[in-house]
């Protein structure tokens, strides 16, 4: 009972109408309800992919278009904006994890932190085992190099 009361919700009766217009390509009602797909432009879009792509499930369209050149995903952006729709995180563990990750950044002694520099030290901390890969000597040779007179204040690293 409680299973059929959740997937019965309103809610989700409206995604199951916009994955049928995804993979159908029938346009229903419920895309009216979002301001940001133009179904006229859809119509069309969908039209052109499914002549090209044969997908079963809204997760095959989403595939479909990661593998695609960014240029070319561009051509169908209703269909990217319909997906995006469909794939939205269920848990709010991620942005939890964020929102974490941020309390510990801006501690007291960094609250007077610019929004660019909190940005930067927010991206470097998500991708913190990437930077921890780079070779710190090279990027340090390369800064120097740049200009005499910070070869004369940082010397050489040779």
């Known amino acids: 009972m409680q299973f059929s009361e ?3 919700q309103e809610g989700m009766q409206m ?3 916009l994955e049928q217009v995804l993979l159908t390509g029938q346009m229903h009602t419920v895309i009216h309800q979002y301001q940001e797909i133009s179904p006229d432009i859809l ?3 969908l039209a052109l992919f499914r002549t090209k792509y044969s997908v ?3 997760t095959d369209v989403v595939a479909v278009l990661q593998g695609m050149f960014p240029e070319v995903r561009g051509l169908f952006d209703q269909i990217e904006t319909v997906a995006r729709l469909l794939v939205v995180p269920v848990s709010s563990a991620e942005p939890e994890r964020s929102f ?3 309390r510990r950044l801006k501690t007291r002694l960094r609250s007077n932190m610019t929004q660019i520099r909190l940005n930067s ?3 470097c901390h998500v991708h913190k085992d990437k930077l921890d890969r780079l070779n710190r000597k090279k990027i340090a040779e ?3 190099s740049c200009k005499e007179s910070r070869k004369s204040t940082f010397g ?3």
């Open 121 to 123: 030290v927010g991206v």
């Open 100 to 102: 974490s990750s941020l």
């Open 56 to 58: 079963q499930t809204s």
């Open 142 to 144: 390369q800064f120097v």
């Open 15 to 17: 995604l199951r109408h």
């Open 156 to 158: 050489s690293f040779k």
């Open 6 to 8: 959740r997937f019965e």
């Open 43 to 45: 119509k069309v879009q």
